[in-house]
């Protein structure tokens, strides 16, 4: 994936919730049409083309942090699952992907601010999104954004303060499959698309001199990411959970012909639920 701008501000905004993302790269830009004249019989040959602008594609790739996993998780999964909140323990912020093809994501509006030229993107949706996590780097949430609506000069002259939070790493992430936890895991990649019903896939990458393999069939795959902090309770503050069920592998990807530790990719079917649990701080609603 190339991505072009970097360093630039992207702002999320839903009916409830404005968020300036901390950091991202993106690639967000107009989706352009194109409009054919095709020359007459007794004409010249010549075919002419109008140029129209065709709503907004792109991506958003942003780093996972305390405060924006809330909104970003619910942006990824959609509405399907429902807030949950408990006063004064913990907030729990529950998302599950809808198998069926629906539009299940609320609309939300992006601004993109890059060399001082300010656009507002209206309408926006996720079609889709990748969550990467890999030992030794941070846990980064790519969301694919579709929208109808052409681009505009936004009017905005304000800056919202950037929401900054503690960033979710690789490192601090536990793998737990049918129940026991498995530490040959390298990382993992989650792949869900939207277009005409959720597809989702997981590749896996592991170990393969450590422990023993993985199972060809997963009845339930836990992931678990969790800040190391005093300040944080097990199960109430600073963790995201997210949970796959029915894996079916369709394929190996490892490549034997290395002299070294090899770190085989496996590629996976998700033929049952995906749901996301977000353990944050605070009282006020995200989404």
């Avoid at 656009?119 to 030992?135: H, P, S, V």
Wanted: proline share 4%.
């Amino acid at each position: 994936m190339l991505v072009n701008g970097r360093d630039c501000s992207i702002v999320i905004k839903t009916s409830r919730y404005e968020l300036d993302v901390p950091y991202s790269s993106e690639t967000v830009r107009e989706a352009i049409s194109l409009l054919y004249e095709e020359p007459s019989i007794e004409g010249d040959g010549v075919v002419r083309v109008i140029r129209k602008p065709g709503g907004v594609t792109g991506c958003v790739v942003t780093p996972l942090t305390i405060e924006t996993a809330p909104l970003l998780l619910y942006l990824a999964f959609g509405a399907a699952g429902m807030p949950l909140f408990v006063s004064e323990t913990r907030n729990v912020y529950q998302r599950c992907l809808s198998l069926l093809p629906l539009e299940d994501t609320d609309c939300f509006d992006l601004t993109q601010d890059r060399n001082g030229e300010r656009k507002l993107f209206e309408g926006c949706k996720a079609r889709g999104f990748e969550l990467r996590i890999t030992r030794g780097e941070t846990i980064h949430l790519k969301l694919d954004i579709s929208g109808d609506r052409p681009a505009i000069i936004s009017p905005r002259v304000d800056i919202l303060p950037r929401s900054r939070g503690e960033i979710f790493n690789g490192d601090n992430v536990v793998y737990t499959i049918n129940g026991v936890e498995y530490r040959s895991i390298y990382g993992v990649t989650l792949i869900a698309k939207k277009a005409g019903g959720t597809k989702t896939e997981l590749w896996i990458r592991r170990l393969l001199e450590q422990g023993r393999d993985l199972p060809g069939v997963i009845d339930e795959l836990t992931i678990t990411a969790w800040l190391r902090r005093d300040s944080y309770e097990a199960r109430r503050y600073g963790m995201f959970r997210v949970t796959v069920e029915n894996l079916v592998m369709i394929a190996d990807e490892t490549e034997i012909d290395n002299a070294g530790a090899i770190i085989g990719p496996l590629r996976y079917y998700a033929a049952g639920t995906v749901s996301a649990e977000v353990f944050a701080s605070g009282e006020a609603a995200i989404a």
